[in-house]
């Protein structure tokens, strides 16, 4: 299964809005800590927020920041909410498929397995887990902002 960038930053700025919960964060500063567009990552945040997964607001003392509870948002509803056409693929998809040739082979129920295998997994991690985990992303998404020190350890 492949994602897309949009989806990669999509989750990574979700990560980042958790572990950085406590505080205001600007697409600027996003855009600096993952060296990527601007305007790239105004649409993504944009993605986000009408999604609920961000709240934001505009002007000069506007930003972003988690739109609800980090244990809330599983990993699963992101990747379906930014892939919006990850099962449409014109050969498995079951709704739109004209190939006779796909519906008898047995591909379009082994794909649709693989599928929801996959979603259940995606389903089961929040972005708290992720962000708990203190290891190699974490460090990567405190290490590449120079603007924010390091996470504080939270007893909730």
């Known amino acids: 299964m492949r994602l897309t960038g949009f989806t990669k930053y999509g989750l990574l700025v979700l990560v980042y809005a958790t572990v950085h919960r406590d505080e205001l964060l600007t697409v600027n500063q996003i855009s600096a800590a993952f060296g990527i567009s601007r305007n790239h990552l105004t649409k993504i945040v944009h993605t986000l927020g009408r999604a609920g997964y961000l709240s934001t607001s505009r002007g000069r003392a506007g930003g972003l920041r988690l739109g609800r509870p980090a244990v809330l948002i599983t990993v699963g509803e992101v990747v379906r909410t930014m892939e919006q056409d990850f099962d449409k693929a014109e050969r498995f998809d079951t709704e739109h498929s004209t190939s006779a040739t796909t519906a008898a082979c047995g591909l379009r129920s082994t794909f649709w397995a693989a ?35 390091p996470m504080r350890q939270s007893s909730s």
């Not at 995606?122 to 590449?144: F, K």
């Open 115 to 149: 599928t929801r295998a996959y979603f259940d997994v995606l389903d089961r991690c929040t972005l708290a887990d992720l962000a708990s985990d203190h290891g190699e992303l974490t460090h990567l998404l405190i290490g590449r902002s120079v603007d924010h020190p």
